[in-house]
């Protein structure tokens, strides 16, 4: 009775506080309340997100851009950055075909693309990566890859009971490939199994869908997140979108190489994935891979590495007697690798691998020696088109890929591959004692392959990358810090001396008339790099793809 008089109390009270204020006042007040409380919530959320830093500088040039005319302002400004980014490829958009000729053109439709062909530029010797065939496109293995691309160009590996051959081959790929890469080792299990995917994009996306799937069904983690030094690939940003993954970008050491400590440090009861690489595409360096894996055994997640690059030189590399740390399913803790077929493995464009380690991963569907996990494939059985079962994100696939990777990886052989690694190797150091010479510049950290970056505390780089380029030579600008780097591969080897006789000589001429060149990036670089706003520089490139459509 107690209680239920002190309610009675309780409530007269309360009635008669608030019986002075007016009823709309009673109504609004925990609506706004409320409102408050939601816009908190999502605040703390994006800081939590992206830091507090980015936050608040989020919000200031949120709250600068409701300024009257800041934003059309902000606006123009992005649209002139743009418009130096394209460098009048407006202009030759005119001239493209946008619907179909009104009469085929048959035949002659061959001289047309070799017309278009000649307006390609010279890539021969020029470019970073971008093509890791020796030699002329029209002879030796291009001309070899071609024709077993063509015999195979009407085949598609979804038909597997039509096109036997190419699934055969797909699975010998894999099987080789997996051979290289530790599965004759004692240590790695003897389970390695994968697939062939479109490129080093798609067996990321894959390694990391499977990762996310895997741990939810180990773990019950259903909010995931993974840690990535900050030298790891941009695909990883893509694949943290599309399968919704937290992603926690952690700077290098001063090495450049992954910090452990550091990812140690961000590891939570989310995490289900970290991620190293061998080596890292900005700076050619390879990540301490058996930490990594003893951290991802310790605290049971998985590690995926990422040797797009390496996976068909550090093998050979190891043979010739470079002091190549471990890097692939022979280190414990590895879970999933992914390699590209289409760079140092010269086969043709759009061939990789993703590679998995073990049983405990993945429930299987084999197709001859190629298996399948069902974390990564998607079978549906209640559709009215029958049974369906796919092991990549692409359906439909070009079996002509696969047969290219295999003619490639047969052509060439162990010592094929180890000879094309010998000179890569060779013309990577000729190229870093090169650099060494000349006093403005300096490498960054100690490269492991074949990939040499560096920068200057005497002269911009990125002008001297758009005095390269005013010479033909395409190399990839960097950031944190500023650089440039160049990807050997054989199409460097007799053209070496060219190389470095043209970066001294554009060394001297930054040197000597400072400033950037008509028509060059370096003013966007230097731009992109002190905007504080990273998002204005998403924005950016967006705008640039967009319009360049």
């Known amino acids: 009775m107690e209680v239920y008089f002190f309610l009675i109390r309780f409530r007269a009270s309360v009635n008669s506080f608030l019986s002075q204020y007016e009823p709309v006042d009673l109504v609004l007040t925990p609506l706004f309340a409320l409102l408050i409380a939601s816009i908190l919530h999502s605040f703390l959320n994006f800081v939590k997100e992206k830091g507090f830093k980015s936050a608040l500088l989020g919000f200031l040039m949120n709250s600068v851009k409701l300024i009257p005319g800041v934003k059309n302002y902000i606006e123009a400004e992005k649209q002139k950055v743009v418009e130096k980014l394209q460098s009048g490829s407006k202009s030759k958009r005119e001239s493209w075909q946008t619907e179909l000729p009104r009469a085929g053109l048959g035949g002659s439709v061959i001289e047309k693309l070799r017309e278009e062909k000649e307006n390609d530029v010279v890539w021969q010797g020029k470019c970073s990566g971008t093509v890791y065939i020796g030699g002329s496109d029209s002879e030796g293995h291009f001309s070899l890859i071609n024709e077993a691309y063509s015999m195979f160009a009407h085949t598609n590996p979804l038909h597997l009971d039509v096109f036997q051959s190419v699934v055969r081959f797909e699975g010998e790929v894999v099987a080789m490939t997996a051979a290289l890469l530790g599965s004759k080792e004692k240590a790695s299990g003897g389970q390695i199994c994968g697939n062939m995917t479109s490129g080093g994009t798609e067996s990321i996306l894959l390694a990391l ?37 937290k992603l926690w970008r952690v700077p290098v050491n001063k090495e450049f190489q992954a910090d452990v400590k550091a990812i140690r440090r961000f590891v939570n009861k989310n995490t289900i994935l970290i991620v190293g690489s061998a080596p890292g595409f900005p700076h050619g360096i390879i990540d301490p891979i058996e930490e990594l894996g003893e951290l991802a055994s310790r605290m049971g997640i998985c590690l995926h590495v990422d040797l797009c690059l390496g996976g068909f030189v550090l093998p050979f590399a190891r043979k010739l007697g470079y002091p190549i ?34 049983h405990e991963i993945r429930k299987f569907y084999c197709v001859n020696i190629s298996i399948l996990s069902h974390h990564l494939s998607i079978a549906v059985t209640e559709w009215s088109g029958g049974l369906y079962v796919s092991p990549t994100i692409a359906g439909s696939r070009p079996g002509g890929l696969i047969a290219g990777a295999w003619a490639a990886m047969m052509t060439l052989g162990q010592e094929g591959y180890l000879q094309n690694t010998r000179e890569i190797m060779e013309v ?30 005497g002269v911009d780089i990125f002008e001297v990358n758009d005095i390269m380029s005013s010479r033909g030579w395409h190399l990839n600008a960097l950031q944190r810090p500023n650089s440039v780097h160049i990807c050997v591969t ?53 705008n640039f793809m967009d319009s360049s459509c």
């Open 325 to 358: 740390p471990p890097f692939d399913f022979s280190v414990e803790g590895v879970t999933s690798i992914s390699v590209d077929v289409h760079k140092y493995g010269l086969a043709p464009k759009g061939t990789s691998i993703v590679l998995y380690r073990n």
């Open 209 to 245: 869908k499977t990762s996310r799937d895997y741990m939810k069904t180990k773990k019950g983690i259903t909010k995931p997140e993974m840690i990535i030094p900050e030298s790891a690939h941009s695909a990883y940003d893509k694949a943290a979108q599309y399968f919704n993954i």
């Open 490 to 542: 054989l199409q460097h080897v007799p053209v070496v001396e060219d190389f470095l006789r043209d970066l001294r000589e554009s060394v001297e001429t930054v040197k000597a008339n400072p400033g950037p060149i008509k028509g060059g990036l370096a003013p966007i670089y230097g731009a992109a790099g002190r905007m504080p706003d990273r998002d204005m520089v998403q924005e950016l490139l967006v």
């Open 428 to 457: 990577s150091k000729q190229i870093q004692k090169g650099i060494k010479e000349i006093p403005e510049l300096f490498i960054i950290g100690r490269p492991d392959m074949t990939i040499v970056a560096f920068g200057s505390n």
